[in-house]
């Protein structure tokens, strides 16, 4: 399939999920011109604040591919990625990244992924959601355990 025809199915299954009680995004996963999956935004149907479109796409990818790094796969998807999404993309190592709808489209409605990309920028402590360390002597253990693990999985 062409890139086109990839980020137009995207689009289609937005609507699709609109139409079906979802959110209005979509998302294809792709490798080569195949689709490896898709996925729509479920978060109000299975009650799951994570079930973004591009988080229900990578999870059924890395599980198609038994695979956790999609790198070789590019990800098209029917709205700018959220910072969830966006650092989602990331750690699965995705390729590229292809959207249509932008964050203000999607503010303009009610979807303000805009305000969570700035607080990202905010010192923890004057967040919105304030942010206060706890116990770090004893949560570096875990920390410690991992850096002296000689057959670690690196990802």
């Known amino acids: 399939m062409t ?3 990839l980020m137009r199915r995207a689009f289609a299954l937005s609507e699709n999920s609109v139409k079906c009680g979802g959110g ?3 998302a294809v996963i792709a ?3 195949e ?3 898709e996925a729509t935004n479920t978060v109000t149907i299975d009650n799951d604040p994570t079930a973004h479109a591009e988080v229900n796409c990578i999870r059924k990818a890395a599980r ?3 695979t956790y ?3 070789g796969c590019e990800i098209y998807t029917s709205c700018e990625p959220c910072p969830m999404c966006l650092g989602s993309i990331y750690w699965a190592h995705l390729d590229r990244i292809y959207y249509g709808n932008n964050r ?3 503010a303009k409605i009610g979807f303000d992924d ?3 990309y700035k607080e990202i920028a905010v010192h923890p402590h004057e967040r919105m959601r304030p942010m206060k360390p706890m116990l770090p002597e004893e949560a570096i253990r875990a920390f410690e355990l991992w850096e002296e693990k000689t057959d670690k999985t690196k990802y």
Request: overall charge negative; aromatic content about 8%.
């Open 3 to 5: 890139k086109e025809e």
């Open 24 to 26: 209005p995004f979509g």
């Open 31 to 33: 490798k080569d011109g």
């Open 35 to 37: 689709i490896i999956a």
């Open 64 to 66: 198609q591919l038994n």
């Open 69 to 71: 790094n999609l790198e």
């Open 104 to 106: 203000e489209d999607a």
């Open 114 to 116: 805009n305000f969570i």
